[in-house]
């Protein structure tokens, strides 16, 4: 029942550097999505997919890439890392029918 | 475009008691659902309730209950008998409800509320 897997939990990068965090979900799930989350501004969409081949960005998609092999994983790169995007990821899947499921969550700090 | 405003960046409540967050929304959508999150320390989102604004009837959940009023856009959380364990950091959200279509997962939050909680 592990529902939706998001790695890893903490990370420290140095300016520049790249990275990708990992999301899989075993719910068979359409609909994939990455969101960032910073104090006083709630959760913002920074690229979802509807499925395996089909990405598109959302409100906040500068500096980060994103692909969709399969149904079941949504890796989110960050090319060169910035500390502006130093904050809490989050990925969920969801269906049309139902409330959307969250991984635990990345806090990523860049210095 | 969609928005969700929660006006109240921190509340606070006696255990046992009663409190109400506050939450308006807008969308030019004719379907959608809402949602309140619950988020303690440990990061986790974790679902309280759900409403189908085509519903007339406010969602329950046990402790939890909404005043949902849908010709103003609100949609408040009222939780009742207040434990220590509901301290946290809830969200208000929204998301269209269209079958076959691409925006169904895309939500919007609030900027969220922070529930402490008195022994």
């Known amino acids: 029942n592990a529902g939706v897997t998001q790695t890893p939990k903490f990370q420290v990068l140095k300016t520049g550097q790249s990275m990708t965090l990992q999301c899989a979900q075993d719910?068979?799930?359409?609909?994939m999505s990455w969101y960032r989350q910073d104090p006083g501004m709630g959760l913002r969409l920074i690229h979802y997919?509807?499925?395996?081949?089909?990405?598109d960005q959302g409100e906040v998609p500068n500096g980060y890439n994103v692909s969709r092999s399969t149904t079941e994983d949504f890796p989110l790169r960050l090319l060169s890392a910035a500390p502006s995007q130093t904050s809490v990821y989050f990925c969920?899947?969801?269906?049309?029918?139902?409330?959307?499921?969250f991984g635990q969550g990345t806090r990523l700090t860049v210095v | 475009a969609q928005t969700v405003t929660q006006s109240q960046p921190e509340m606070s409540v006696q255990e046992a008691e009663t409190v109400t967050l506050s939450c308006t929304y807008d969308t030019s959508e004719s379907d959608y659902y809402l949602f309140w999150y619950k988020q303690p320390p440990s990061r986790q989102m974790i679902l309280v309730i759900r409403q189908e604004a085509y519903k007339q009837q406010n969602a329950t959940e046990n402790r939890f209950s909404v005043n949902f009023q849908k010709a103003a856009k609100s949609f408040s959380l009222k939780i009742s008998d207040s434990q220590l364990g509901d301290a946290a950091m809830y969200f208000c959200a929204q998301r269209p409800q269209e079958a076959g279509g691409t925006s169904y997962g895309k939500l919007t939050f609030g900027q969220g509320t922070i529930l402490t909680v008195h022994p």
């Open positions: 997919s509807v499925g395996a081949g089909i990405t």
């Open positions: 969920a899947s969801s269906s049309w029918y139902t409330e959307a499921f």
């Open positions: 719910m068979n799930h359409e609909y």
